[in-house]
């Protein structure tokens, strides 16, 4: 097999959603080509069993309320291992050019002198439909797909632009959106979106403890209130999403077992 890391190169790698199966063969391949990855903490042991054992593996996640690195710190990490003439991958989950601050790092390699490239990974939100069994878009239902962020780094939700959210002809998808779902509901609908809108709840996509929900907007507080955890967690909501998951009634009688 060839290998495809140059010595001083950089790879930043998209992880997928969890299941190693849904790995790119090129993921893979600089996965096992690798003498150092730089990892999230959302990149689970099946994928990093993949890294050989000779390589070194190095935790660098950021998960909500438990930051191990700031972002200049891993940037000044990729760039040390290159200069020693490393063959490196920063491992990333889903995919590194979606709200993955790839460009950060590779703005901060590329002012070092080191050649960066990157290798896309099957984003949560393509996995979560898939998992429900719908689609993103929809054939005279859903034109239009958002992918929004709605991490609440400060404690407040982010600027938004809600009335654009609000479009009943969009699918939109908001990445770790657990804690964020009562602010979602209340704004889309503020905003002119029907609380019936169908909407999903999505954990651990991909995984074997995988949970993928159905609701509605006006309910979305509910049930993330009630799908309990801390797993990773998409919101969908459009009428593409009607017709998979489990119902919220089943859900909300399951918990109280």
């Not at 190169?9 to 996965?31: C, M, N, Q």
């Not at 903490?41 to 593996?57: F, K, N, S």
């Not at 940037?75 to 490196?88: I, P, Q």
């Not at 996995?127 to 929004?148: M, N, P």
Request: aromatic share 4%; proline share 6%; hydrophobic share 45%.
């Amino acid at each position: 097999m060839d290998e495809v890391i140059l010595a001083g190169h950089v790879w930043l790698v998209g992880a997928g959603p969890g299941d190693p199966d849904l790995l790119t063969r090129k993921a893979e391949r600089l996965l096992r080509a690798a003498t150092v990855v730089f990892h999230d903490a959302l990149v689970g042991p099946g994928i990093l069993a993949l890294i050989p054992p000779a390589a070194r593996l190095v935790g660098v996640g950021k998960r909500a309320g438990r930051h191990s690195r700031n972002q200049d710190a891993i940037n000044a990490l990729l760039v040390e291992a290159a200069l020693a003439g490393e063959r490196v991958v920063r491992l990333k989950g889903g995919d590194p050019s979606l709200f993955g601050r790839s460009m950060e790092e590779m703005a901060a390699l590329e002012a070092a002198g080191i050649a960066a490239h990157i290798c896309p990974g099957v984003t949560a939100a393509s996995a979560a439909a898939a998992s429900a069994r719908v689609s993103l878009s929809l054939r005279g239902r859903a034109r239009r797909v958002q992918f929004v962020t709605a991490h609440l780094c400060t404690g407040s939700p982010p600027a938004q632009d809600w009335r654009a959210l609000a479009d009943p002809t969009a699918t939109t998808v908001f990445y770790m959106s657990r804690g964020a779902a009562g602010e979602i509901s209340r704004r889309l609908i503020a905003a002119g979106l029907s609380g019936a809108t169908p909407a999903l709840i999505a954990c651990d996509i991909s995984l074997p403890r995988e949970r993928v929900f159905r609701t509605r907007l006006d309910l979305l507080p509910i049930a993330a209130t009630a799908i309990g955890g801390d797993g990773p967690t998409l919101i969908l909501v459009g009428e593409a999403t009607a017709g998979g998951g489990i119902p919220l009634g089943a859900l909300v009688e399951e918990q109280c077992r």
